[in-house]
């Protein structure tokens, strides 16, 4: 008999066998499970020894110790030989295996044995299909009835069963990155919907049973949570959520089956429209954990599938319903039941979907299929009774919102409020109902809002007031929302805010301070409150000088109601309300507002509590910087401010003092930065210069704000934001120890620096660096480093050719004040070579600010000034190829078009700081040398240099060929007439006509460029003018322009070409001249000759005019 026959034989023996049902089944369905796994049938073989492994659970007297032995080695996979099978399937002599031995447990009572099968050489797909075949429907309903629901007579505790093994198993494989098939997700996931279905079904049943009991109810609910307290059910079904959520992250496909399969079962639950089981079910903590893990799972599917952006229509439907079923259902449930830490995580995953560009479900929010009503709440512990029909979502989050306890579910779930009216806002212009002009949801979003605020204002119980304050202020608080104004547009409105306020309790009116602090942030309420709120104001100001009139005083709060009214009022001592036309300076409605807003006043209370509170708390150190952030754009305060040895210097010393590794101090501690960056900020803040349209409109301005000052006022005010004035608040806030720090610790990338911060720390070290003395401490604190770290001046494409103006106003910033670092500290200090930034890095950036086309130029100025000190740099020693800042400048960065441009400027100081720069240029780089003499000798020379006919003609010929060449820009910039004044200590401005360091700095140029003939020939024999100028020069009785003037023709005569000798030597006095600097007599010859300082110069002088001399024979 063939194998195949004696199998086929064998198989149908013990299926005639099995059908008589013998009482060894699970022997007989292990022999013919044996006898299908030879025959190449796996599926019948993991049916057979699966039903026998579920007998021998069930029935003590199945589990032989042969039965036992034949399951350890049919999962171990042992492989028999064809005389051991044979004998195997007749249970004579089955061979054994140290290797894969038998373990076993007694129980308590010694007389039975646990399971414990070694599967780790199946797959993971094996084991699935296990699992399947174990948890059929029978089983599962077998497992809920046992688990006796209505019965509490049995043991809590039960031996785990054979399945649980396998699912563990199926666990820990998944924990040690072994992913599931997607057909093994989809059975997994078919195995843990039949749970949930079968329990739906067998509730209903058992409950027919008790016919007083309706399925839905209280009573029945509560039992019916049994189920999930330890039995076999809720073991398995833990493991089962536990797989699918691990296995599903990231992982498209898998998230787009859990949705559709989940949404669909949840949808079919029935839903009863008195009562929701959930709430009762719930109450329960293991089942809250389940459905905790359950809504994990389920939102990290939406946020995966979410990134797909699903067009297949049926998919987008489940995608829609499970965003309803998670954010109205189980959110609702899981902030309602769980503990913080919980809820904190399922916060945060609905922060990150609602964070996706790519959801576009804001209408579920208000969707009236999920209205909450008081007939649903299953007890008192809500205290919602009267509460009108509200979605279940947007109640919860509001709940969640204005929680009491800042603690973490609270924290987030204020960016989750946030995150929410952003979705709405955006999208207010779309889908508009005719009869409104709003968009439908977002009109839903107010009608419900306003419900709850309204009924939550309108409570006599003061923690459901204080929660309706809390809750408008958080709304008025999330930017770009207006939904706070539409709340206050209806019959609540701000004057209603304030009545009664004498009755509430303390942190009652402490969060509607908060609330009047939010209104105050936006301009249209600020004169509402001063009309409104006025007297709560100075109420909440003076509370702690009658406590005992308080029942319920609370130093504590007393202080924080003090500090956040006093922050109020400092708003509005700022605000710029435009104020009607008919109040004047000095009428009645002027006092009235004066009489509110007493600023000495705020910075005195300041001043009080900082000093006399060693022990201030950070809420309070937070309000106390926020108030002197507006109070410190007062011009009048501003000196007092930045001089006080108590104000800033206690908010450092707070800051640092303050858990930085804390994250519930997070929030405070950004915003104590930010407020000291912003106090500093206002406090150095220099006025730009203006043009003349710039000031016609501030003009207009004023006259609409209504801002009229008197002269003297303005005389004040204008003298405090001087320069003088800023320059030495700069040098006192420089003083305050640890305060620059803070400013530079703000910038560092972990506390990740948003744009505004950006620009407004680098403005702050600008106006620093205005004083030349404090530019060195701006290096050694770290400015320079976090300054270029916060913008894009070396990273921007805008480093591409060709060179353009800087647009980003960070970047310029930053560009002038490296500049003015590198004027005045040695750049190999400023900027070391093995520093973070490098002397080459600033090339460009400092390029790009000389093309800069605003008012304030001085920033050009000094880029030339910066690129100067740059330009006269020896290569770097230690590095051969690296090319010097001077070549950059020209070869690199074709830098000499733009500074030429600039020696053409109109302005003094820009023309001198260009020449100064190419004067360097020329006399370090071979192509800025070139550029300039480059086809001097294709101008012709002229015939009799003293033929004053001739020169006229060439001087007024606007067209002659000398005009065009580069040179002849040096010339005319070093030409200068015998009266001409040439004191270098004379006083220059933009606005000067005659500058003589200009001159000097021309001369410089020609002196490096003449010892070249072609520039020499040019400058001698072909321009008209020269000649005069260099006689003008040697005659002016100035050292330092003499000492140029002897040094450009001595070069001249050095080149060797006969017509320069010729005509230098018969030109006019010339000859003359060079023989009167030959003597020694140098008081005679310099009108400003020092004798300590200048004798070298006059000895290298007499020198050269003997040398010249000489060459003249």
């Known amino acids: 008999m063939s194998t195949e026959s004696f199998l086929e034989k064998k198989y149908d023996e013990i299926s005639k066998k099995l059908r008589e049902k013998p009482q060894g089944l699970a022997e007989l369905l292990i022999k013919r499970g044996f006898i299908a796994s030879r025959m190449g049938e796996p599926r019948k073989a993991n049916d057979d020894i699966?039903?026998?492994a579920k007998l021998m659970e069930l029935n003590p007297d199945q589990k032989t110790e042969q039965n036992i032995l034949a399951l350890t080695k049919f999962f171990s996979g042992i492989s028999l030989s064809d005389s051991e099978f044979k004998e195997f399937i007749d249970y004579r002599n089955i061979p054994t295996s140290e290797s894969h031995s038998i373990i076993t447990d007694k129980s308590s009572t010694g007389d039975s044995k646990t399971i414990k099968v070694a599967t780790e050489k199946l797959t993971l797909s094996e084991l699935v299909q296990q699992l399947d075949s174990l948890l059929s429907e029978q089983e599962i309903n077998k497992m809920i009835s046992e688990s006796n629901i209505l019965d509490n007579s049995k043991q809590d505790s039960q031996e785990p069963n054979f399945a649980e093994k396998i699912a563990l198993q199926i666990k820990n494989k998944t924990l040690q990155s072994q992913k599931l098939a997607l057909s093994d997700f989809e059975t997994l996931l078919n195995i843990f919907i039949r749970f949930i279905n079968l329990e739906q079904i067998a509730s209903k049943s058992m409950a027919s049973e008790k016919s007083a009991v309706h399925p839905d109810s209280p009573i029945f609910s509560t039992e019916r949570a049994k189920l999930f307290e330890n039995t076999p059910f809720s073991n398995i079904l833990f493991l089962l959520v536990n797989i699918l959520d691990f296995d599903l992250k990231s992982n498209h496909k898998k998230s787009h089956l859990f949705l559709m399969m989940f949404s669909h079962i949840w949808n079919s639950i029935p839903k009863s429209p008195d009562f929701d089981p959930f709430l009762s079910l719930f109450n329960t903590p293991n089942v809250s954990k389940l459905y905790y893990k359950i809504s994990r799972t389920f939102a990290d599917a939406i946020f995966n599938t979410l990134l797909d952006k699903p067009k297949d229509p049926q998919l987008a439907s489940a995608l829609f319903s499970s965003c309803s079923i998670f954010f109205q259902e189980l959110f609702f449930y899981c902030i309602e039941f769980l503990d913080p830490k919980k809820k904190t995580i399922i916060i945060q995953k609905s922060i990150k979907i609602l964070s996706l560009h790519e959801f576009e479900y804001k209408d579920i929010f208000v969707d009236s299929n999920y209205l909450i009503s008081p007939n649903m709440f299953i007890d008192n512990s809500l205290h919602q009774k009267d509460l009108p029909p509200v979605p279940k979502f947007l109640f919860e989050l509001f709940q969640i919102s204005s929680s009491e306890n800042d603690d973490q579910p609270n924290i987030f779930g204020n960016v989750l409020l946030s995150l929410v009216l952003q979705k709405f806002e955006p999208l207010k212009d779309n889908k508009k109902d005719v009869s409104t002009g709003m968009d439908k949801s977002y009109e839903s979003l107010i009608l419900y809002s306003t419900k709850i605020v309204s009924y939550w204002l309108q409570s006599t119980?003061?923690?459901?007031?204080?929660?309706?304050?809390?809750?408008?202020?958080?709304?008025?608080?999330?930017?770009?929302?207006?939904?706070?104004?539409k709340i206050l547009s209806g019959p609540l409105n701000v004057e209603s805010l304030f009545e009664d306020y004498e009755f509430n309790y303390m942190k009652t009116n402490l969060n509607l301070l908060l609330l009047t602090d939010a209104l105050a942030s936006k301009s249209q309420y600020r004169d509402l409150i001063g009309e409104f709120g006025s007297n709560f104001l100075v109420y909440s100001l003076g509370i702690k000088k009658n406590p005992n009139l308080i029942k319920d005083y609370d130093e504590s709060v007393a202080t924080h109601i003090t500090i956040i009214a006093t922050k109020i009022l400092c708003k509005l001592a700022v605000s710029e309300v435009p104020q009607p036309s008919q109040t004047q300076p000095g009428s009645e409605e002027e006092k009235k507002q004066s009489d509110i807003v007493l600023e000495q006043d705020l910075v005195d209370i300041y001043v009080s509590v900082l000093k006399n509170s060693s022990d201030v708390d950070v809420k309070t150190v937070m309000n106390i910087a926020e108030g002197l952030g507006y109070l410190s754009l007062k011009t009048n305060l501003k000196n007092q401010i930045s001089t006080s040895p108590v104000l800033l210097p206690s908010l450092v010393k707070h800051l640092n003092s303050i858990d930085h590794e804390n994250e519930g101090f997070k929030h405070e501690l950004s915003t104590i930065r930010f407020s000291i960056v912003s106090i500093v900020s206002n406090l150095v803040y220099r006025k730009p210069l203006l043009s003349d349209e710039e000031k016609a409109a501030h003009s207009l301005r004023d006259a609409a704000m209504k801002k009229k000052k008197n002269s003297k006022e303005k005389k004040l005010e204008d003298e405090l934001e001087s320069p003088k004035f800023v320059n030495l608040r700069c040098l006192s806030l420089s003083k305050i120890d640890g305060l620059l720090d803070v400013i530079v610790s703000i910038l560092l990338h972990k506390n990740k620096p948003s744009e505004t911060v950006k620009e407004t720390a680098v403005k702050i070290f600008l106006s620093f660096a205005y004083l030349p003395e404090l530019r060195g401490l701006l290096v050694q604190k770290g400015c320079v480093n976090v300054a270029v770290d916060n913008s894009t001046i070396f990273t921007s494409k805008e480093t591409e050719l060709p060179l353009r103006e800087i647009s980003n106003p960070t970047d310029f910033t930053v560009a002038y004040f490296l500049s003015k670092i590198s004027v005045s500290l040695p750049p190999t200090i400023a900027f070391p070579s093995n520093g973070k930034v490098k002397v080459n890095s600033l090339v460009f950036p400092l390029l790009r600010l000389c093309m800069y086309s605003g008012n304030d130029v001085l920033c050009v100025f000094e880029a030339l000034m910066?690129?100067?000190?740059?330009?006269?740099?020896?290569?770097?020693?230690?590095?051969?190829?690296?090319?010097?800042?001077?070549?950059?400048?020209?070869?690199?960065?074709?830098?000499?078009?733009?500074?030429?441009?600039?020696?053409?400027?109109?302005?003094?100081?820009?023309?001198?700081?260009?020449?100064?720069?190419?004067?360097?240029?020329?006399?370090?780089?071979?192509?800025?040398?070139l550029r300039f003499i480059r086809s001097a000798d294709k101008v012709p020379t002229i015939q009799d240099i003293n033929n004053e006919e001739e020169i006229n003609k060439l001087v007024k010929d606007n067209n002659a060929l000398f005009r065009s060449h580069k040179l002849h820009l040096f010339a005319a910039l070093s030409d200068i007439d015998p009266d001409t004044n040439l004191d270098l200590k004379a006083e220059i401005n933009n606005n000067s006509e005659f500058d003589p360091r200009t001159v000097l700095a021309s001369l410089g140029t020609l002196t490096t460029l003449c010892c070249e003939p072609?520039?020499?020939?040019?400058?001698?024999?072909?321009?008209?003018?020269?000649l005069k100028t260099l006689e003008n020069l040697l005659a002016c009785k100035h050292i330092d322009f003499i000492h140029r003037a002897i040094f450009i023709i001595y070069s001249c005569l050095n080149v060797k070409v006969e017509l320069v000798s010729k005509n230098i030597k018969k030109y006019g006095n010339l000859t003359k001249e060079i023989q009167k600097l030959s003597s020694s007599k140098y008081n005679e010859l310099y009108n400003d000759f020092n004798a300590s300082t200048d004798t070298p110069k006059a000895d290298q002088i007499k020198s050269l005019a003997l040398q010249c001399i000489e060459m003249l024979k």
């Open 866 to 929: 910066a690129l100067t000190n740059f330009a006269s740099l020896p290569p770097n020693p230690n590095s051969s190829n690296e090319l010097t800042p001077a070549d950059l400048i020209v070869d690199k960065y074709k830098g000499l078009d733009v500074i030429e441009m600039l020696v053409l400027s109109d302005l003094t100081m820009i023309r001198r700081a260009a020449v100064e720069l190419l004067c360097n240029l020329v006399a370090v780089n071979e192509s800025a040398f």
């Open 1014 to 1026: 072609k520039a020499a020939t040019f400058l001698i024999c072909s321009h008209p003018r020269f």
């Open 461 to 485: 119980e003061q923690k459901t007031k204080s929660r309706g304050y809390k809750i408008l202020a958080n709304i008025f608080f999330c930017q770009n929302s207006d939904l706070g104004s």
């Open 50 to 52: 699966s039903q026998a």
